[in-house]
């Protein structure tokens, strides 16, 4: 059949996010959300644009939120450029250096989207697995022909696991194309990379203000880069990729520094709290960076224990990775609020008999 429908795009079978029910009342472990509201100061920045009206077009640079976000992370204006999520920042990125039939690379397993946006160029991607304990292995920084660029996301999804700032310098030394090392959950972790751009062009940040600043709702996303870099993801993006509304929010919500610090402090230390809870109730699990807990179990059937606690309107992700070891099934659980995490390890226990 004719449909004019490129053969890569009829081919894949297209990236598959998290469930997000609408209705009812249910706790939502699921997509790695913040389980607190966002700051205050967002519904005053909003008013304020909707008062001032919304007939003009937003700033196209986002030049509000690109100043507060230099302050907060450390590095010039001209260093960042704002974005609708940060999928809509890694769209920009593999629409820039990956052409048809290039390469790009990622991690196994790791986040699913960059395969999915390689086919969407009709690019190759390259899966290099992680070790059993999490650590690349020296096939991940060889240089092959036609690789142009290599995702890493730091922290790791599933795992929550991380290298270091020292580990990723030299991953970047060792590769010959741009890393881009995928913040999303860096908020949650001791260390990150943001800094690094500064003294280098071959290793690009991106970040999400969807995790640790609770505005998964919103859309809003941006990278750190090199200038020559960013004028050049420029020339790829859509005009206004952020409406003003998100651009009003988003720059609040990076400014409020003591909300920041107090919620990723209260994520952290659930996160810390549960671990061993979930070890105690017999899962495997590996030590976080993130707000969300890998818990694997060889011998059980996950699967069923996802449907029985959705059944009871409590939504884990149950991810299958099926190249991986073990089959590579798991549960990866986001940090809740603690009565919400109380309540999950109760009807974890219910279910395994404990
Ligand atoms: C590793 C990673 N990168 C990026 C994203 C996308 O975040 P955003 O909501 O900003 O598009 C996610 C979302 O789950 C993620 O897990």
């Known amino acids: 059949m004719k449909n004019g429908i490129r053969p890569n795009i009829n081919e894949m079978p297209g990236y598959v996010p998290g469930e997000q029910p609408q209705a009812g009342t249910f706790i939502k472990l699921n997509t790695n959300e913040c389980p607190y509201l966002p700051s205050s100061r967002i519904a005053d920045a909003c008013m304020e644009v909707i008062q001032r009206g919304l007939n003009r077009y937003p700033d196209p640079m986002a030049g509000t939120f690109r100043k507060a976000a230099s302050e907060v992370v450390g590095v010039p204006p001209e260093y960042i450029m704002a974005g609708n999520g940060s999928d809509d920042i890694l769209t920009i990125l593999t629409r820039t250096f990956v052409g048809e039939n290039e390469t790009l690379r990622l991690p196994y397993p ?39 660029l290599v995702y890493l996301p730091n922290p790791n999804s599933p795992s929550g696991t991380r290298l270091t700032r020292a580990q990723i310098a030299e991953l970047a030394d060792a590769l010959p194309c741009p890393l881009v090392v995928d913040e999303a959950y860096a908020d949650f972790a001791d260390e990150n990379c943001a800094t690094l751009v500064l003294e280098r062009k071959d290793i690009i940040v991106t970040r999400t203000m969807s995790k640790a600043y609770g505005l ?3 859309r809003f996303g941006y990278v750190i880069a090199h200038p020559d870099l960013i004028q050049q993801f420029v020339k790829v993006k859509d005009s206004y990729n952020c409406d003003a509304l998100s651009i009003a929010a988003a720059s609040a919500a990076i400014s409020d520094r003591e909300w920041f610090t107090e919620t990723t402090g209260k994520i952290r230390k659930t996160r810390d709290w549960m671990r061993p809870e979930l070890e105690k109730l017999g899962f495997h699990t590996v030590q976080s960076h993130a707000n969300f807990i890998w818990c694997t179990q060889a011998g059980w059937d996950l699967k069923s224990i996802y449907l029985q606690l959705k059944e009871q309107n409590i939504f884990v992700r149950y991810m299958v990775y099926d190249k991986w070891q073990d089959g590579g099934c798991g549960l990866r659980i986001s940090i809740g609020t603690d009565e919400e995490s109380r309540i999950l390890l109760e009807r974890l226990a219910a279910i395994l008999g404990k």
């Open 216 to 218: 998964a709702g919103l």
């Open 110 to 148: 790791s986040y699913i989207l960059y395969k999915s946006l390689a086919q969407i160029q009709n690019a190759k991607s390259e899966e290099i697995p992680f070790d059993s304990d999490w650590n690349l292995t020296p096939n991940f920084s060889a240089p092959t022909p036609d690789l142009k």
